[in-house]
């Protein structure tokens, strides 16, 4: 399966400032990314869905202002969570759809963000 | 809607004990039901899935099968070992590519 890494692994941030989340796909071309975020004790809730070249799909009640995703090239998406406050303390991950199509993803390890 | 309910944690276990973590389902139409991994700072994997009713996916020694009666894809596990110690989720999906998770179980092995 694809190998996905994620940039930082854990950030800590100012209220106010701006965080960028990095994905990568490192062995293979990535079409279709997915974002998430998990709240402790939660379950891991679908963001977004990026696609290269193009818009991202944000889900219901996502706002895509606040929530930033880029996907430039085959191998990289980010998220900007922009403004952060505190609330938006969690965990984010993401994963690429792989050649199998809609049933397979490839999971990066996370990111945690904290907004002190 | 769709949504997926498992079993909380975190579970301890000896080495070689039997596992279950339960997980039932709520979905519209007729979903594939998944479980995914995740090692300690690694990402979800997928660990095994089931497409169908009374369809049975194993790996790794892991089990589940698709119980459409019950709506429910418990993991089984004979004889755990200390490097099964992961966080272990529950997923569905119907048609579209959205994946419903659980929650995540904590499973801890001590030798």
């Known amino acids: 399966g694809a190998v996905v890494s994620q940039h930082p692994s854990r950030v800590i941030c100012k209220s106010g400032t701006s965080v960028k989340i990095e994905c990568r796909s490192l062995?293979?071309?990535?079409?279709?990314m997915f974002w998430y975020r998990q709240f402790p004790k939660k379950s891991l809730m679908l963001m977004a869905t990026s696609n290269e070249g193009s818009k991202a799909t944000y889900e219901q009640g996502v706002e895509k202002d606040k929530f930033l995703i880029n996907h430039a090239s085959l191998t990289l998406s980010t998220l900007t969570v922009t403004s952060a406050h505190p609330e938006d303390s969690s965990f984010y991950i993401c994963s690429v759809a792989g050649a199998g199509g809609k049933e397979t993803q490839y999971f990066g390890p996370g990111t945690r963000l904290l907004v002190l | 809607g769709n949504s997926v309910t498992q079993m909380e944690g975190p579970v301890t276990l000896s080495e070689e004990a039997f596992l279950t973590i339960n997980c039932t389902y709520t979905?519209?139409?007729?979903?594939?039901l998944f479980w995914y991994v995740q090692y300690p700072g690694e990402g979800l994997q997928l660990l095994l899935k089931a497409t169908k009713a009374d369809d049975k996916g194993s790996n790794k020694g892991f089990e589940a099968t698709y119980r459409k009666e019950t709506t429910s894809f418990h993991l089984e596990k004979g004889s755990v070992q200390v490097s099964d110690s992961a966080v272990y989720f529950c997923a569905l999906r119907t048609g579209a590519n959205n994946l419903f998770f659980g929650t995540g179980t904590r499973l801890t092995v001590i030798p």
């Open positions: 062995d293979f071309q990535a079409t279709t």
């Open positions: 979905a519209t139409g007729y979903p594939s």
